[in-house]
């Protein structure tokens, strides 16, 4: 069972940035891949960036240029530094990490873009 932990979300003007933290109880270095979601309510949960074990990055179209996923596999950890943020990207973000055939999910933190 791999449990993971967000961290890092809050309230942030327009054009302000914030990175998410996601540290997993287990060897992320043995993990197929992490990625980070979203979801706002009474809408569809979004995936928004991955990250492989090789460290190739994929990002949805909204976030391109913007988001950054990263990891560091000393700490068990997998990143979203988040820039020019818009109130569009107000939502609950999860982190999720695939590994041994399964998948699982944090427990998520809130981001709220918001004069």
């Known amino acids: 069972q791999v449990q993971l932990v967000e961290s890092g979300g809050g309230l942030v003007q327009p054009g302000g940035s914030l990175r998410l933290a996601c540290e997993a109880s287990?060897?992320?270095?043995?993990?197929?891949?992490m990625g980070w979601y979203r979801q706002v309510p009474g809408e569809v949960r979004e995936i928004i960036a991955t990250i492989s074990s090789a460290g190739t990055t994929n990002y949805v179209d909204s976030v391109k240029g913007r988001f950054t996923i990263s990891r560091d596999n000393a700490k068990n950890t997998v990143y979203l530094q988040m820039n020019s943020l818009k109130p569009e990207d107000t939502a609950v973000y999860y982190c999720?990490?695939?590994?041994?055939?399964?998948?699982?999910w944090g427990q998520g933190t809130q981001v709220t873009v918001s004069s």
């Open positions: 999720n990490a695939e590994a041994w055939s399964r998948y699982y």
């Open positions: 287990a060897s992320i270095s043995s993990f197929n891949a």
